[in-house]
C-alpha cells in the first residue's frame, strides 16, 4: 500500500508558516504590528521565536514520526499537547529576549501572556485542519484505485465491537476494499447498540446475527474478538453457520501484542477451523516449570520432521537444550523444521540427521556420536487404511523401529525415553494400533531391567496433523465436494498438535519410568458435525451446495476410539488433564518369542501377520474384511 508522498521538509516548511501565522494574528488581535519600532521589532522576534521552537519542540517529541495515514486521537491529542508545550517554551524565551526594550508604560506580563495564549489558541485550530487535510488527501491517494464494473462489493458483517474490529474497519476503509464492504458490526454490550463506529452501524447482539444478515445481505462475517472465551465463540459460531456465509476469524490476542504492524495484523485473518468448535479454552501449561529436564541437554527427536515430531522440536529448541537432533527419513519435511529452527533460534545447536528408526547400524552410528540424553519418539507409520494393506511394513516400522531405538537407549544410557502412542492402541481393531500397543510393550518391559526411564504417552487425534480428516475435508470443500464420511455416527478425540506435544512434555518431565500417560482430550467430536460445520463455514449448504457422501468404515475402522484398557485403570496426577494408566502384566518371555518369529517373518508378505500380533495382543480384534 503507498502511503501519500508528503515530502519531510515540506511539511515543516508549513508547519512553520502556521507558527508565524498563529502569533501574527494573535499580535493584530492585540494590537502590536501598529505601535511603534519598539513593538514591531518585539513582534518580528516573536515570531522567529516561534517558528523555531515549535519546529526543534515537534522534533523533540517526535511528532514528524507520526503516520498520518494511521493517525487516530491519540495521535491528534499528542499533537495538540506538543503545541501547548512549545507555545508554553517560546512565551519564556520571547519574554526574556524582549525585556530590555519594553518600556515602562507596557504592561508587559499581561500583554505578553494575552499574546501567546491566543497564538497557540489560533496554533492548535490551525494544526487540527492542517493535519486532517494530511490524514484525507492521504487517505484518497491511498485508496487511489477506481472500481470496474466487474467487481462485485461483498457486503460484510464484524462481531465484536473492540480494538481488533477497530484494526480491521479502518483498515478496510482506507483502502476502500471490495473484499470486505462493511455493513454492520455485531457486539454484546448492549450500550454500543445504534452507535457508530468508524461510521459503521453496531446493530445488535450474537442473537441478532441472523435477522441483521438478511437485512443487509451480508456474504462475509469476520469474527472481530480474538479473547472471546472458547464456550461462546462456540455459540457465535454455530449461529453464523446457519446463515451460509462465509466465516472468517481475526488472530488470538497474542498476535496482537507480538505484531505491531496493524496492516499485517490485518492480513492474518484466516478461515474459522475445527478448533473453533471444539468448545473448550486451549490447553495451557506452564512449560516453564517442567521444562529443566532438556534445559543444557542434548535432545533427540525421532520423526523429528512429521506433525507431532516438528511440534516437539519448536518447543523443545524454545528451552535451550544443549543439542536438538532431528532424525527423519523424509528428508523435506525434516529440512523445513531445519530451516525454520535455524531462522527462529539461530544460536541452537541443531543437528539434523537423515535416516531409518529400522537401520540398526545407522542408530548405533547416531547414539554413539551425539549421546542423547532425552529421546522422543515419534517416528512411526500412522495411516490406519494404508496399513491395513501393508500389515508386515507396519511391524516392520513400528514394532522394529521402536525396539531398535529402545535397544540403543537402553546401550547408550539414555536418560528418559518417550514413545509417542495413540489411542488406536487400546482394544485395537487394526494392525496400526495393535502395533502401537506393542510398541508401549517393549517399553514397559525395558523399562524393568534397563537404567534409561521408558514411557509411553498416548492420545488421540490432533487437527491438522499429516493424514488428519479436516484438512480432507477443507481440500474437498474447496474442489465443490462431495465430503466424504465414513460414518454417520462416527466420533473422535480432538486436540490441537501444539496442545498435544505440551502434555507430552509435561508428561515426560514427570515421568518416573514404566508409565502409559493418557492425555485427556476432551469431549468427542462427531465428524458428521464437523464436516457440515466445516461446509457452513465455507459459506455453503451441506447437502445441497456440498453434498456429504458415506462410504462405509474403512479397514480396522472403529465408530469410537478409547483412551483406556478397562483393566489398566487411571491413576490421577497433578496436572488434572494427564492421567497414568497402570502397566498390564504380560509374559516376557513369550512376548519377545513372537517378536523373534515377527522379526523373520515380516519380509514374507504369505506370512499372517496378524495372526503372530493377536498372541501378544489379545484385545486385539481382527476385523472379518481383513
Request: aromatic share 10%.
Amino acid at each position: 500500500m503507498r502511503l501519500n508522498p508528503w515530502k519531510p521538509y515540506l511539511l515543516r516548511i508549513f508547519d512553520m508558516v502556521l507558527a508565524i501565522l498563529s502569533i501574527f494574528i494573535a499580535m493584530i488581535t492585540m494590537g502590536w504590528m501598529f505601535g511603534d519600532t519598539t513593538s514591531w521589532t518585539i513582534s518580528l522576534i516573536g515570531m522567529a521565536i516561534q517558528a523555531i521552537v515549535y519546529i526543534v519542540m515537534l522534533y523533540a517529541l517526535n511528532i514528524y514520526k507520526i503516520i498520518w495515514y494511521y493517525s487516530s486521537l491519540q495521535e491528534m491529542l499528542k499533537l495538540i499537547v506538543a503545541v501547548l508545550f512549545s507555545q508554553m517554551v517560546s512565551f519564556v524565551i520571547h519574554l526574556s529576549c524582549s525585556i530590555g526594550m519594553i518600556k515602562g508604560s507596557w504592561k508587559f506580563s499581561d500583554e505578553f501572556l494575552k499574546v501567546h495564549l491566543l497564538a497557540g489558541a489560533f496554533m492548535v485550530v490551525f494544526v487540527i485542519i492542517f493535519r486532517s487535510v494530511i490524514y484525507t488527501i492521504e487517505r484518497r491517494e491511498a485508496s487511489g484505485t477506481v472500481k470496474s464494473d466487474t467487481e462485485e462489493e461483498i457486503n460484510t458483517m464484524v462481531i465484536g465491537a473492540g480494538e481488533a474490529c477497530n484494526y480491521f474497519v479502518r483498515e478496510m476503509q482506507l483502502k476502500h476494499s471490495d473484499e470486505y464492504d462493511i455493513k454492520c458490526i455485531i457486539d454484546d454490550n448492549p450500550t454500543k447498540h445504534k452507535m457508530l463506529f468508524e461510521g459503521v452501524p453496531i446493530v445488535g447482539n450474537r442473537y441478532s446475527i441472523e435477522e441483521n444478515v438478511k437485512k443487509y445481505n451480508i456474504k462475509k462475517i469476520i469474527f472481530a474478538i480474538p479473547s472471546c472465551p472458547m464456550a461462546d465463540r462456540k455459540e457465535i459460531f454455530e449461529i453464523c453457520t446457519k446463515t451460509g456465509c462465509v466465516v472468517k476469524t481475526m488472530p488470538s490476542i497474542y498476535q496482537m501484542v507480538e505484531n505491531t504492524d496493524k496492516v499485517e495484523y490485518v492480513k492474518q485473518i484466516r478461515d474459522v477451523g475445527i478448533e473453533d468448535l471444539l468448545g473448550r479454552d486451549p490447553i495451557r501449561i506452564d512449560l516453564d516449570c517442567v521444562m529443566n529436564y532438556v534445559s543444557g541437554k542434548v535432545v533427540m527427536v525421532t520423526g523429528g520432521g512429521g506433525s507431532i515430531g516438528s511440534e516437539l522440536c519448536r518447543q523443545i529448541a524454545a528451552y535451550n537444550p544443549k543439542k536438538l537432533i532431528i532424525f527423519d527419513i523424509y528428508e523435506n519435511n525434516a529440512y523445513d523444521i531445519q530451516l525454520e529452527l535455524k531462522k527462529k533460534y539461530p544460536m541452537l545447536d541443531l543437528v539434523t540427521l537423515i535416516g531409518s528408526v529400522r537401520d540398526n547400524q545407522r542408530l548405533d552410528m547416531v547414539f554413539e556420536k551425539y549421546r542423547p540424553e532425552v529421546v522422543y519418539h515419534a517416528a512411526a507409520h500412522k495411516h490406519v487404511p494404508l496399513m491395513e494393506d501393508s500389515p508386515n511394513e507396519a511391524i516392520k516400522n513400528n514394532v522394529f523401529g521402536t525396539l531398535n531405538t529402545v535397544q540403543m537407549a537402553d546401550k547408550f544410557r539414555v536418560k528418559r525415553f518417550v514413545l509417542i502412542s495413540t489411542d488406536k492402541a487400546v482394544n485395537p481393531t487394526n494392525i496400526m494400533g495393535a502395533s502401537k500397543r506393542i510398541c508401549e510393550m517393549i517399553v514397559q518391559a525395558f523399562n524393568r531391567v534397563s537404567e534409561t526411564e521408558f514411557v509411553a504417552v498416548r492420545f488421540g487425534n490432533v487437527l491438522g496433523s499429516n493424514g488428519s480428516v479436516v484438512p480432507l475435508f477443507k481440500t474437498q470443500i474447496q474442489a465443490g465436494g462431495p465430503v466424504t464420511v465414513t460414518h454417520p455416527d462416527i466420533i473422535r478425540y480432538f486436540m490441537t498438535i501444539p496442545e498435544a506435544v505440551s502434555l507430552v512434555l509435561q508428561a515426560g518431565a514427570d515421568a518416573k519410568g514404566g508409565e502409559i500417560f493418557v492425555l485427556d482430550m476432551g469431549k468427542p467430536v462427531k465428524i458428521l458435525d464437523l464436516a457440515e460445520n466445516l461446509i457452513r463455514l465455507s459459506g455453503f449448504e451441506p447437502y445441497k451446495e456440498i453434498d456429504i457422501q458415506f462410504t462405509g468404515l474403512r479397514p480396522g475402522e472403529k465408530l469410537y476410539e478409547e483412551l483406556l484398557m478397562s483393566e489398566e485403570g487411571l491413576k490421577a496426577t497433578a496436572n488434572k488433564l494427564i492421567h497414568i494408566g497402570k502397566p498390564l502384566e504380560f509374559d516376557e518371555e513369550h512376548f519377545y518369542w513372537v517378536l523373534h518369529k515377527m522379526k523373520h517373518s515380516m519380509c514374507d508378505d504369505s506370512v499372517d501377520m496378524r495372526s503372530l500380533v493377536k498372541e501378544i495382543v489379545p484385545t486385539y480384534i481382527i476385523t472379518p474384511n481383513q
